[in-house]
């Protein structure tokens, strides 16, 4: 095969992947990971927040705290909407590690990542954004923080399990 049919055939798949995808089914797939994750929070009890399996790892609330924080730079890379949080660093503070705050948190950022999404054009999905050493294209960087929230709530499953509770149903559609 040569260069020219292999770049072609890279150009097509590329295309098709794209337009694969839209605003819309991003925008599905945050508003279940926004639910998943609201549950999560909420089948935590109130003095559970500050557990956590081993010394060394974040608490229950500060994954959410820094799956949120990662949510919304991600997005903001991808989108090009600016930062909610840009100067903050949620995860450290103690005035956010309650219940309510981490509840708060996740709804703004998942709030903050759906408006963004929506006021996208689907068209710019392929854009290169450069961010420190990564270079990807605006939708790789709205579906890295889906995986970012994702790697994060799994990690949670653990820690409600110590407390002795079953996590929230997966929701895959």
Request: charge should be neutral.
């Amino acid at each position: 095969m040569n260069r020219l049919t292999f770049f072609l055939g890279c150009l097509f798949v590329t295309t098709v992947v794209l337009s694969q995808t839209s605003t819309e089914s991003l925008v599905a797939d945050y508003e279940r990971a926004k639910a998943m994750s609201l549950e999560y929070v909420e089948a935590m009890p109130e003095d559970h927040f500050s557990n956590r399996p081993t010394e060394g790892v974040r608490t229950f609330a500060e994954q959410f705290l820094h799956a949120s924080q990662g949510t919304i730079g991600l997005v903001s890379n991808g989108t090009g909407a600016d930062r909610i949080y840009a100067t903050a660093n949620l995860e450290k503070d103690p005035a956010l590690q309650t219940k309510a705050e981490v509840k708060r948190i996740v709804t703004e950022s998942f709030d903050f990542a759906i408006e963004s999404i929506k006021k996208m054009d689907a068209g710019t999905f392929g854009e290169i954004v450069e961010r420190g050493p990564f270079k990807i294209t605006r939708l790789a960087w709205i579906q890295k923080a889906h995986e970012h929230i994702s790697h994060h709530r799994g990690q949670t499953a653990v820690y409600l399990r110590m407390s002795g509770i079953t996590p929230p149903q997966y929701k895959l559609f």
